[in-house]
């Protein structure tokens, strides 16, 4: 998820105590270690401004020799969340393992996993490295709808961006449930979506900091006593925007990032979440959307035809994805040192729409 509007991703990576100059050594030697590399040296260390605060990520260059020919890569380190945390008990050997899962199956464009090392000794925190992709996000501040490589595209060009990003939005659907059994939760629930609102249930007063309105349990309520009547299990990436994709210099898309909310509740929630942050970063903050960028109508009917399912009433998904937002912007405000006005929460405001209240 994103910082808020003044806040950089350097100012979160000194909140979140990375000294780059400190783990430069260890990490040149876990790489040795993984790659079985002589002479290695990293380079270049640096975190990307405005990204998202779910995780640390730092990006580097590592350098070595090998049979006399120097070998270079550019990659990235994300690291086990710890003073900054967007969430409640994140199973962080999981969100590497769903990439291992994706790239191995080639079904998803994901970065190439190296190694995930679990030995808080060498910095700290566990963390894994994974190949640097190398394009352009459309950032959420200040939106890719007001500025930024999008905005300055053409209609056709975004028109590019669109489509590649939802064709990736459907192969993700089509990920088979066989393929991820380690994101199944029984404890929580019997389906994916029972047990994505029992997390998330149980994540409520922690995201407020003990101060969650009546309202805000009145929204779970609703979800709790209206679920879908098919809860049958499905993939679903759990963070399905267009801010958490990358794209190269053709606006063709160049990976998919963030796994870390991956989970069973299916591939309708995935659709909600990508329609609702679509709104989000438009109606909602009263910018119109650019030309070139898909209608919800264009959407969904471009879900349809790849997936080859009907999307049905997703009606209960909207409202759970504006509920987690809602958390979301709690969270957000808490580890900033702010408070949140309930009718300021924009993932409030969003889930009342749809309930009508």
């Known amino acids: 998820m994103t910082t808020g509007p003044h806040d950089t991703y350097a100012e979160v990576a000194a909140r979140r105590g990375i000294d780059l100059d400190a783990i430069r050594a260890p990490l040149a030697a876990a790489l040795a270690t993984h790659l079985g590399a002589r002479d290695l040296a990293v380079h270049d260390l640096r975190t990307p401004a405005k990204a998202g605060t779910s995780s640390g990520t730092i990006l580097f260059t590592a350098a070595w020799s090998d049979d006399g020919t120097t070998r270079t890569r550019d990659l990235v380190v994300r690291t086990e969340p710890d003073k900054v945390q967007m969430y409640?008990?994140?199973?962080?050997?999981?969100?590497?393992?769903?990439?291992?899962?994706?790239?191995?199956?080639?079904?998803?464009?994901?970065?190439?996993?190296?190694?995930?090392?679990?030995?808080?000794?060498?910095?700290?925190?566990?963390?894994?490295?994974?190949?640097?992709?190398?394009?352009?996000?459309?950032?959420?501040?200040?939106?890719?709808?007001?500025?930024?490589?999008?905005?300055?595209?053409?209609?056709?060009?975004?028109?590019?961006?669109?489509?590649?990003?939802?064709?990736?939005?459907?192969?993700?659907?089509?990920?088979?449930?066989?393929?991820?059994?380690?994101?199944?939760?029984?404890?929580?629930?019997?389906s994916g979506v029972e047990q994505q609102l029992e997390y998330w249930r149980a994540s409520v007063d922690w995201a407020t900091g003990d101060?969650?309105?009546?309202?805000?349990?009145?929204?779970?309520?609703?979800?709790?006593?209206?679920?879908?009547?098919?809860?049958?299990?499905?993939?679903?990436?759990?963070?399905?925007?267009?801010?958490?994709?990358?794209?190269?210099?053709?606006?063709?898309?160049?990976?998919?990032?963030?796994?870390?909310?991956?989970?069973?509740?299916?591939?309708?929630?995935?659709?909600?979440?990508?329609?609702?942050?679509?709104?989000?970063?438009?109606?909602?903050?009263?910018?119109?959307r650019l030309a070139g960028l898909g209608s919800r109508e264009e959407t969904i009917a471009f879900w349809e035809d790849r997936v080859g399912e009907t999307a049905g009433d997703l009606h209960w998904y909207e409202v759970f994805t504006a509920f987690q937002l809602c958390l979301f912007?709690?969270?957000?405000?808490?580890?900033?040192?702010?408070?949140?006005?309930l009718e300021a929460n924009q993932g409030y405001r969003m889930a009342c729409e749809r309930l009508g209240w």
Not at 152 to 177: F, G, K, S
Not at 329 to 341: I, K
Request: charged share 20%.
């Open 211 to 288: 101060r969650t309105p009546d309202k805000v349990w009145d929204i779970h309520a609703w979800l709790a006593a209206n679920l879908p009547v098919d809860r049958t299990n499905g993939f679903a990436w759990g963070d399905a925007r267009i801010g958490n994709m990358m794209f190269g210099a053709d606006f063709r898309l160049a990976g998919v990032m963030d796994w870390e909310a991956a989970n069973l509740s299916g591939p309708r929630q995935d659709l909600a979440w990508w329609v609702l942050f679509d709104e989000f970063n438009a109606e909602a903050r009263g910018v119109p």
């Open 329 to 341: 912007m709690y969270r957000s405000a808490l580890m900033l040192g702010g408070d949140m006005v």
């Open 88 to 190: 409640r008990d994140a199973d962080f050997r999981r969100q590497y393992t769903v990439i291992e899962t994706l790239y191995g199956s080639g079904l998803v464009r994901v970065p190439e996993p190296y190694f995930f090392e679990a030995d808080r000794a060498v910095l700290g925190v566990p963390f894994f490295v994974m190949e640097q992709l190398h394009g352009n996000v459309p950032v959420t501040m200040p939106g890719y709808n007001v500025s930024g490589w999008l905005f300055d595209a053409t209609p056709a060009q975004r028109r590019v961006t669109w489509e590649t990003a939802m064709e990736e939005l459907c192969r993700i659907a089509r990920v088979p449930v066989a393929d991820v059994p380690f994101l199944d939760d029984p404890h929580l629930g019997g």
